[in-house]
């Protein structure tokens, strides 16, 4: 059992769901009261200081961006970073809304989400690009790229996306799928095309020239375009998304796993917690939006292999499947999500997560802390990495209980 948590987590007693509405309610509540602005994990080049003193070289960038992740209070405050709006964070926090709208049917809820997303789309990525694109707003050094302030990547487009098709569905109306329609012209002529063959597809994170082969990448923007050609009852973008999901389904170990790069070797992040969740719900979403239920085996591999290797037995998510620590609130927010689809094999588990994450690392405030480490808690709440993604969880969770 993991010595930071408060009470038994293996209880069998039921979770409330009028706590965890309580919890959610607070949690819109302080981080609304902020216009649902704060400091991001990667953010350490926004600070005018750090970008005086380290801005100017790959790897002085790197070292600044983890040292100020990494130090064991937010240091931010102190060297000038200032609060954003994450735009990941804002379709995330729309999309949980839109959640509890189906669940309520309180027309403030969905009038909430629709501010949210109208400010998203202010927030589109300046410059030429084929389509509507979203990044973060901040600059960021990889390993294997650099990226200035607003460049725009396919990971936040795609959750961007998603967000507006949840919206679509709710009101049908079309300026939502126009969106999406745009973006993904930036999908499929901006990125950079990593593997193209007649079967399988790999796009690039970024329009930028790169090799590396982020394998969440295709299999979201698959899943994506998947939807979209389900609402606008048109075929003619599904062969992109079939190559897409196919090239992510493919590259599964035998275990069930998927590594963070093909190949394995081109980053130091292996096999994760968030990533693997990622992966796992954008097939799904791919195989409902399709009906091609031929790749439910590797799904289901996919997710045992997710439940088994990355989740503790109290609940607490492990940071990969080789690594207990941290334990990321991040981690925890995306095994609720993606076990929250089937209740009757892994409700139990769902449950453990879901108090694991109260009992541990929430303040009644209404916010949710970063990290447990193995002896001490990061106590800041950045609000994209903590209170958005615990926002979109404990709505999917509040709305499969309806299912």
């Known amino acids: ?44 080049l926004n600070s005018p200081i750090v970008r005086l003193f380290m801005g100017w070289t790959k790897w002085t960038r790197i070292i600044a961006i983890q040292s100020v992740m990494r130090f064991p209070v937010n240091i931010r405050p102190y060297i000038l970073v200032r609060k954003s709006a994450n735009p990941k964070g804002l379709a995330l926090f729309a999309q949980g809304l839109l959640h509890r709208y189906l669940d309520k049917k309180d027309p403030k809820l969905l009038a909430e989400a629709e501010k949210i997303l109208a400010k998203l789309y202010k927030l ?16 960021w050094q990889d390993l294997g790229f650099y990226a200035r302030s607003k460049t725009p990547n396919a990971v936040v487009s795609c959750f961007v996306c998603e967000a507006y098709l949840d919206a679509y569905e709710i009101t049908h109306k079309t300026e939502y799928l126009d969106v999406v329609r745009k973006t993904i012209d930036f999908f499929l002529n901006d990125l950079v095309r990593l593997k193209d063959t007649e079967d399988e597809l790999c796009l690039s994170y970024m329009p930028l020239q790169m090799t590396m082969r982020v394998m969440d990448v295709s299999i979201l923007i698959g899943a994506v375009i998947a ?5 606008v ?14 090239y992510v389904k493919n590259q599964q170990s035998k275990e069930g796993a998927w590594y963070y790069t093909d190949p394995p070797e ?31 085996n590797q799904y ?12 503790n037995e109290d609940g607490s998510p492990r940071w990969m499947s080789h690594r207990n620590y941290p334990h990321d609130i991040h ?18 588990l769902v449950k453990k997560i879901i108090k694991w994450s109260i009992e541990n690392m929430y303040n009644e405030k209404g916010r949710f802390y970063y990290q447990a480490r193995r002896s001490r808690i990061k106590k800041f709440t950045l609000m994209r990495w903590c209170n958005a993604w615990m926002a979109r ?6 709305i499969r209980q309806t299912d």
């Not at 009852?233 to 196919?246: C, E, F, G, H, K």
């Open 227 to 231: 939807r979209f050609s389900q609402f």
């Open 300 to 311: 289901d591999l996919g997710l045992s292999f997710y439940a088994n290797n990355l989740f």
């Open 331 to 348: 981690g925890a927010a995306q095994g609720i999500i993606t076990f929250s689809r089937h209740l009757p094999e892994y409700g139990t």
């Open 1 to 44: 059992m993991n010595k930071l948590n408060k009470t038994n987590t293996n209880s069998d007693e039921d979770l409330s769901t009028a706590k965890v509405e309580q919890i959610l309610d607070q949690v819109y509540r302080w981080s609304k009261a902020r216009n649902y602005r704060g400091y991001n994990k990667h953010d350490g």
């Open 233 to 246: 009852q048109n075929d003619a973008y599904l062969v992109y998304s079939t190559r897409l999901v196919r």
């Open 393 to 398: 969880a404990l709505s999917e969770w509040l």
């Open 266 to 296: 081109d980053s130091p992040v292996k096999i994760d917690n968030y990533h693997t969740g990622f992966i796992l719900d954008a097939l799904y979403r791919y195989m409902q939006s399709t009906d091609h239920w031929d790749w439910k």
């Open 124 to 139: 589109k990525s300046p410059g030429q690009w084929a389509g509507d694109c979203w990044g973060y707003h901040y600059p």
